[in-house]
């Protein structure tokens, strides 16, 4: 094991435990029919359990949402049981298999249709970013697409200096020349390629070499105990924010706005993620329509778009895991089964909700 994989883990581990800390103002979910609900940093794909709490689409629950900022620490508070759901990406299930946490990934939400990318500060070829430092959040979305483009290009982990940085934490650092490269998210590409005339994007999650893996997903994470004392409770979630999308669908423009109060984000810079036609944008999200997310799940008969396989959930976990395995972050592939519950999705197709959408 190198020095570098060892530091990493160390690190990781470091994070999980000083995270896992009691959150002010929340409660079991039982309490008063209050669902704990977390979202992993600000950003829009992770917002629509908000719409449904404006709008009112959570029947009886509660919604008590918090954003976290630290990635790590929402997967923490799950764990804990101190929040029931968590919107995130879905490269950390192999991290929940491994550790046995009580969490489990319950539904895909959305694909990253190229709003995720690698940017370099100046066009350069692999043997001069040897060496240099690049910038990407560990245990991340961002640190596998990392690694997938420096593996493209004929690096190995070990050929470059880390640096821990989210999207925006990485901007400057880019603009002053100390990160060679990082990875980066609307709207920090822009300002970056705004006010940089030698930065370039080197790689994005439209390529098919990202996009086919399946691994580039928002999804939605449950306490496992919440589900089993609350399943009825945790089904409504689901349908909660799919129903939530069908608003965001229909009103395309008062949901954007709605987001950019919530998040404090410009519209402009809203729509540079989701876009105005209530489905997709190039270089933004592809939103799932429920029945495509219960596709992906195997709970429903029919082809995922873009080339996902049905039922394909559990081969994009152990892909995610065969990368970590590759990255130094883990040690074995786990069996990415005991990592997903589709059987929530399965109740609301079972139950006769369906959901088709497509761009006005």
């Given at each position: 094991?190198?020095m570098y994989?060892?530091?990493?883990?160390?690190?990781?581990?470091?994070?999980?435990?000083a995270?896992?800390?009691?959150l002010?103002?929340?409660?079991?979910?039982?309490?008063?029919?209050?669902?704990?609900?977390?979202?992993?940093?600000?950003?829009?794909?992770?917002?629509?359990?908000?719409?449904?709490?404006?709008?009112?689409?959570?029947?009886?629950?509660?919604?008590?949402?918090?954003?976290?900022?630290?990635p790590?620490?929402g997967?923490?508070?799950?764990?804990?049981?101190?929040?029931?759901?968590?919107?995130?990406?879905?490269e950390?299930t192999?991290?929940?298999?491994?550790?046995?946490?009580?969490?489990?990934?319950?539904?895909?939400?959305?694909?990253?249709?190229?709003?995720?990318k690698?940017?370099?500060?100046?066009?350069?070829?692999?043997?001069e970013l040897?060496?240099?430092?690049?910038?990407?959040?560990?245990?991340?979305?961002g640190?596998?697409?990392?690694?997938?483009?420096?593996?493209?290009?004929?690096?190995?982990?070990?050929?470059?200096?880390w640096?821990?940085?989210?999207?925006?934490?990485a901007?400057?650092?880019?603009?002053?020349?100390?990160?060679?490269?990082?990875?980066?998210?609307?709207?920090?590409?822009?300002?970056?390629?705004?006010?940089?005339?030698?930065?370039?994007i080197?790689?994005?999650?439209s390529?098919?070499?990202?996009?086919?893996?399946?691994?580039?997903?928002?999804a939605?994470?449950?306490?496992?105990?919440?589900?089993?004392?609350?399943r009825?409770?945790?089904?409504?979630m689901?349908?909660?924010?799919?129903?939530?999308?069908?608003?965001?669908?229909?009103?395309?423009?008062?949901?954007n706005?709605?987001?950019s109060?919530?998040?404090?984000?410009?519209?402009a810079?809203?729509e540079?993620?989701?876009?105005?036609?209530?489905?997709?944008?190039?270089?933004?999200?592809?939103?799932l329509?429920?029945?495509?997310?219960?596709?992906i799940?195997g709970?429903?008969?029919g082809?995922?778009?873009?080339?996902?396989?049905?039922?394909?959930?559990?081969?994009?976990?152990?892909?995610t895991?065969?990368?970590?395995?590759?990255?130094?972050?883990m040690?074995?592939?786990?069996?990415?089964?005991?990592?997903?519950?589709?059987?929530?999705?399965?109740?609301?197709v079972?139950?006769?909700?369906?959901?088709?959408?497509?761009a006005?």
């Open positions: 094991m190198s994989s060892s530091k990493k883990k160390a690190t990781i581990a470091t994070l999980m435990c995270s896992a800390m009691t002010p103002g929340i409660s079991s979910a039982q309490d008063n029919e209050t669902i704990n609900i977390g979202l992993n940093v600000s950003w829009p794909g992770f917002s629509f359990l908000e719409v449904a709490r404006q709008k009112g689409l959570a029947g009886d629950h509660d919604l008590n949402l918090t954003i976290f900022e630290d790590l620490g997967h923490a508070a799950l764990a804990a049981g101190q929040i029931d759901v968590y919107l995130s990406t879905a950390y192999p991290f929940a298999i491994e550790r046995g946490t009580d969490t489990v990934l319950v539904s895909h939400l959305n694909i990253s249709y190229g709003v995720d690698v940017l370099i500060a100046e066009d350069m070829n692999a043997q040897k060496g240099q430092k690049v910038g990407a959040p560990q245990a991340y979305i640190e596998v697409l990392m690694g997938m483009w420096l593996d493209k290009e004929g690096l190995t982990p070990d050929d470059v200096e640096v821990n940085l989210n999207a925006d934490e901007v400057g650092p880019v603009m002053s020349g100390d990160l060679a490269a990082a990875y980066m998210y609307e709207p920090w590409v822009t300002r970056v390629l705004e006010n940089l005339d030698t930065a370039k080197a790689a994005d999650t390529e098919p070499y990202y996009l086919d893996t399946g691994i580039f997903m928002d939605m994470y449950m306490n496992k105990k919440f589900i089993k004392e609350h009825k409770a945790a089904v409504d689901i349908r909660a924010r799919f129903d939530a999308l069908q608003y965001w669908h229909d009103n395309t423009e008062e949901v706005q709605l987001f109060d919530y998040l404090q984000w410009p519209v810079d809203i540079s993620v989701v876009g105005t036609n209530g489905k997709y944008l190039e270089d933004g999200l592809y939103m329509d429920f029945d495509e997310t219960a596709r799940c709970a429903l008969d082809e995922p778009p873009h080339g996902i396989e049905n039922g394909s959930i559990i081969q994009s976990v152990m892909r895991n065969e990368w970590w395995v590759k990255l130094g972050l040690d074995e592939v786990q069996d990415a089964e005991k990592g997903v519950d589709c059987s929530l999705i399965a109740d609301l079972d139950s006769g909700y369906s959901q088709s959408m497509s006005r």
